[in-house]
C-alpha cells in the first residue's frame, strides 16, 4: 500500500476570498485520486475552509518562527509530493504578515509551484493600477518555482507552455439548485415584481478600498454615476438584485432594486439559480466565469476611456459621449481605463483575454457608451441572437475545456520525481 500523496496548498492572503476558492475547487477535484490536500491558511479564512470539509492548519500573523516551525513538521510528518502557493504574488509579500519567504520553502523536498491566474510574464503585458504603470511588477517573478496551474478561464485553454498546465476552474453544471419552484420562492422572498426578470448584480468589498487613493475618487463616483444610469434603464424592464458589498444607490434605492448581504456559496447559487442575467464590472469575478459557464447570460462592464477635456478609447480611439456621460466625467482629472473595477488592470487583462475563447461567453459593454449599452443589456433579458451567440460560444468554450487534462493527471506529472 503506497504511502499518502499529500500537496500543500500555502494562502496567505487575509483578505482576498478567490485565491482560497480557486485553490479549494481544485483540491475538491482530488478525491478519489490517492492524493490529499492539506491547507495552510489565514486566521481569517477558518470560517471560509471549515464548510469544504477540507483539512488545515493555520499561520500565525506576526510569527515567523512559528510559522518557519510550522512548514518543518508539516514537511517531516506530511512529506508533500507538491507544495502549492495559492497566489505566489501574496506570498512573496507575507513577509510582513507571517515573516515568511521564498527562502523558507526549501525545506520542503518536493516541487514547489503556484497557480498563475493571469499567465505572467506574457510578452508587451505590464500591470495599469488605477491607470498608473505598477512599479511592483518589476519585482513579480515566477522564476525558480518548478510548475504553473493555469485555471481557465482567465487563461487561454489554448495556450501551451512549458511546465505550465492549463485545467478547467469551475464544473460548468452549476449553479442551479431547487429547480423552477426554488427559483420562484427566491423571487417571492426578495419581492420581485411580478412578470419582471430578475438581474444578479455582484461586488466586492475589495472594490471600496480606493479610499487610500484620492486621486481615483471622481473617477469612481464618475463610474458609479454611470452604473446607476444604467441600472435605472433596466428597472424599467426587470428587477435587480445587489449581492455583497452594495456598490450603488447609497442614498436611496429605486422601486425593483433588491439587496442581500453576504451568502454563503449554497445561498448564492440557491440565488443564482433564479436570475435571468448577471452584471459585474470585474473582469476576473469567479461569480462571473462561474455564471457564465453554468448559462446564465452574463455583461461584464469596463471602461476604455483615457485623456482629459478630450477623452478618447484605447479601442476605437476618439468617441462622441452623451449628455450623460459628459456631465458624469467633467470633474474627473485623473481618466483611466478599467476592466477590474476601480482598480484598473486593462492593459494587463485586455492582452489575456485576446485571442481567449472565453471573450466570446460573456458580453462586455462599456459604462461609458451608455445608450448602446443600456439596448445591448435589454437585448439579453429575453430570448433572441444575443442570447444565442453567448449561448454558442459557451458550447465552444466548454468543449476546449474538455480537451484538458484533469487534475489527477496534472498532479501525477508534477510528483513524479518525488519518490518514497
Known sequence: MGRRRVVLFIVTSFWAHG????????????????????????????????????????????????????????????????????????????????????????????????????????????????????????????DGLSFRLRPCPLNNPLVTDVDAFAYPLIDPAGP????????????????????????????????????????????????????????????????????????????????GFHTTGSLSPMEFRRLAAAVDLHISNNLISVSLHRLALAGIPSVALFSSLVGGDRPRSLLTGEVALSGTATDAIRDVGHLYAFRMFPVGWFHFLHSLVDGNPFTDVIRHVEIFDDVAGLAVIRSLLDAGPERDRLAAARERYLAALADLPDVPTILDGISAEVHA
Open 19 to 142: 485565491e482560497l476558492t480557486i485553490a479549494t475547487e481544485f483540491a475538491g477535484r482530488m478525491r478519489g485520486s490517492g492524493f490529499q490536500p492539506l491547507f495552510l491558511i489565514p486566521p481569517s479564512h477558518r470560517a471560509l475552509i471549515g464548510g469544504t470539509g477540507l483539512p488545515y492548519q493555520v499561520l500565525i500573523p506576526g510569527a515567523g518562527k512559528v510559522n518557519r516551525l510550522q512548514l518543518q513538521d508539516i514537511q517531516h510528518v506530511h512529506r508533500p509530493v507538491a507544495v502549492v502557493l495559492a497566489d505566489f504574488l501574496n506570498y512573496d509579500f507575507c513577509d510582513r504578515h507571517y515573516g515568511l519567504t521564498r527562502d523558507d520553502l526549501t525545506v520542503f523536498e518536493c516541487p514547489i509551484g503556484t497557480f498563475d491566474n493571469f499567465s505572467w510574464g506574457r510578452p508587451g503585458s505590464f500591470l495599469d493600477t488605477y491607470g498608473f504603470r505598477a512599479a511592483y511588477q518589476n519585482e513579480v517573478a515566477v
Open 176 to 255: 442551479a439548485i431547487g429547480g423552477p419552484d426554488a427559483a420562484r420562492q427566491v423571487r417571492a422572498d426578495l419581492g420581485v415584481r411580478p412578470g419582471n426578470p430578475l438581474i444578479l448584480l455582484t461586488g466586492a468589498t475589495w472594490q471600496r478600498m480606493h479610499v487610500a487613493y484620492p486621486i481615483v475618487e471622481n473617477f469612481v463616483r464618475a463610474s458609479t454615476t454611470m452604473l446607476e444610469w444604467l441600472l435605472r434603464g433596466l428597472l424599467d424592464h426587470a428587477d435587480v438584485v445587489s449581492v455583497g458589498s452594495p456598490l450603488v444607490f447609497h442614498d436611496g434605492a429605486p422601486p
